[in-house]
């Protein structure tokens, strides 16, 4: 299948992809500069980082009403405060500030993510295609050349709030082509609206698992080439870029693999690939080596995230699929909370290389909710 067509299918919720994959990648990007400027070690600043879970559980809640709310302007309008959201971090100037700022950074995106995974996921029902991969795949390939671009922003002394300020005029410009209608359906009972949670906490934990290896790499991986391995500001950059580069291949090709396949083959598939990955990076002796290891980890788990998300959708009622997405995409997104500050203390007790070590044995966990999805859905 092209990838080109699925993305044009999903054109308005694509471009929300592209959007929050900008203000990642320069995010990942600057972390070392942030991190320096706040003062943080790195206990404190994974710790620091935990913040944003505050912001990921109000958007739990927040993202299917704001949905119902607001209707096709709600996608343009989480844009929008994404955009405002960013500027914070470039602005912190303590741990206490910058402890803020991703709290409302966390929620902004969240509430964006939700919104733009559930409108795939509509589009997957109502044209019995896959098309979760094409969309991720738009997320990394703009991750991946924002990470490149903060990185030379940064070798040019440009400031992080700079940065983020410029995304903004590039978010303003997309906004209007985010509307995106959601479905109406009728609502449920609360009994029946039950029945989806076993759905959303074994898919929820396939998610958190790719997730949580995916915020390794992009919180750690620059502070790793730059300060373990005697790599500049550029090079640093790349081992982010790197991974967003190779996940948006991963996430591509996923697209056609998704069509011969069956879902739950990919994720064992990926997962392997993603923790050999994984134990290359931890060992590598150069950046060289710890960029290849950081391109065949993102090749494996860039799939596996959507691929969990694209599951929920299927495996409950379509009067539940954003709030299903929604507590599913929460649990995922909690790795982006829950990775750092595990690396975080891991560094700091036998390095980052050992840390990125651990990530490899986490990989290998994804398949385990695998059985009990497939005996619902034999399909999957």
């Not at 096709?72 to 602005?91: C, E, H, M, S, T």
């Not at 803020?100 to 044209?127: C, F, K, P, Q, Y």
């Not at 997309?174 to 509307?179: D, F, Q, V």
């Amino acid at each position: 299948m092209s990838v080109i067509a699925p993305l044009r299918l999903c054109r308005a919720p694509a471009t929300a992809f592209v959007i929050v994959g900008l203000y990642w990648g320069a995010f990942a990007a600057n972390v070392p500069v942030i991190k320096a400027r706040i003062g943080a070690s790195d206990g404190e600043f994974g710790a620091l980082l935990l913040s944003s879970a505050l912001g990921l559980v109000s958007a739990m809640w927040l993202a299917p009403r704001a949905d119902r709310l607001f209707g096709a302007r709600g996608l343009p309008l989480a844009a929008l405060v994404l955009a405002g959201a960013f500027l914070l971090p470039g602005l912190a100037i303590g741990p206490a500030s910058f402890a803020l700022a991703m709290v409302l950074a966390g929620a902004a995106s969240g509430l964006t993510d939700v919104i733009m995974n559930a409108r795939v996921s509509e589009l997957e029902s109502r044209h019995s295609r896959s098309l979760m991969n094409a969309n991720h795949g738009a997320f990394s390939a703009a991750y991946a050349a924002s990470a490149v671009a903060a990185g030379l922003a940064r070798e040019a002394g440009t400031p992080t709030v700079a940065t983020f300020a410029a995304l903004g005029v590039v978010t303003l410009l997309l906004a209007p082509g985010l509307a995106a209608a959601p479905e109406h359906t009728p609502s449920r009972g609360a009994a029946a609206r039950g029945s989806s949670l076993g759905p959303v906490i074994m898919c929820g934990a396939i998610v958190l698992v790719a997730f949580m290896a995916e915020a390794t790499v992009e919180s750690w991986s620059a502070l790793f080439i730059e300060r373990e391995l005697g790599g500049s500001a550029a090079q640093g950059a790349l081992g982010p870029a790197m991974l967003g580069l190779t996940m948006a291949v991963g996430r591509f090709s996923g697209q056609a693999v998704s069509v011969r396949l069956r879902p739950s083959q990919v994720v064992v598939w990926a997962s392997l690939m993603a923790a050999a990955g994984a134990l290359v990076a931890a060992a590598a002796p150069v950046p060289a080596v710890a960029y290849a290891g950081f391109a065949v980890l993102g090749l494996g788990v860039s799939v596996i995230g959507p691929l969990g998300l694209a599951m929920v959708g299927q495996l409950v009622a379509p009067a539940d699929r954003t709030a299903a997405i929604a507590r599913t995409a929460v649990i995922g997104f909690s790795g982006f909370v829950i990775a750092p500050v595990l690396m975080g203390g891991l560094s700091e007790l036998v390095g980052l290389g050992a840390a990125f070590g651990a990530v490899a044995l986490l990989l290998a966990l994804a398949p385990l909710p695998l059985p009990w999805i497939r005996a619902r859905n034999s399909l999957l």
